[in-house]
């Protein structure tokens, strides 16, 4: 409190050694006063939390989602009580006959398609046992057999008959 330049409240200034008390008792007075008006000022600038809405933190959809699973989870459970309660009163015999037989959609198409594609098979086989052949196989024997004549007059070897010089088959068996 000694510094003068220091001091944010008015001082009494004077002289060394004159007024010495009264000088303290006035500066302490005045520091007080403006401790005082420090203490009850207003801030210009609003430091308070902002508010909070209600609807920021209570996510309705969550909670519905949440009721609509224990709903599903209670009923599951009241649906396995009336089973346990079932299988009680009856002394739990058990069903294991599968009386469903699978059955497709689509099968009265696909047999119709059977049909269809069979009907075609057909007709395309008659068509090729009907159809004349374009090759003359009698012209092809003879040429098979003129070349045969060819071979056999060039070839070192004579060639065998098919039956000629092998054993029977009773030779081989023991």
Request: aromatic residues 10%; proline residues 5%.
């Amino acid at each position: 409190m000694e510094k003068a330049n220091y001091l944010s409240y008015p001082a009494l200034v004077c002289l060394p050694g004159q007024y010495d008390n009264l000088r303290k008792r006035v500066d302490e007075r005045n520091y007080w006063i403006h401790r005082k008006s420090i203490d009850t000022v207003k801030p210009m600038v609003d430091d308070k939390p902002p508010r909070t809405y209600l609807h920021f933190h209570m996510n309705r959809k969550k909670i519905q989602v949440e009721h609509e699973k224990i709903t599903d989870i209670e009923r599951g459970n009241r649906m396995l009580l009336e089973k346990i309660a079932y299988i009680l009163r009856t002394r739990g015999r058990v069903d294991h006959w599968n009386d469903y037989q699978s059955k497709s959609l689509n099968s009265g198409k696909r047999h119709r398609e059977l049909i269809k594609i069979a009907l075609e098979n057909q007709a395309i086989l008659r068509r090729i046992n009907s159809s004349k052949s374009h090759y003359m196989h009698h012209c092809f024997e003879d040429e098979f057999k003129i070349s045969r004549k060819y071979i056999e007059n060039i070839s070192r070897f004579p060639s065998f008959q098919k039956n000629q010089n092998r054993l029977p088959p009773a030779a081989f068996s023991i």
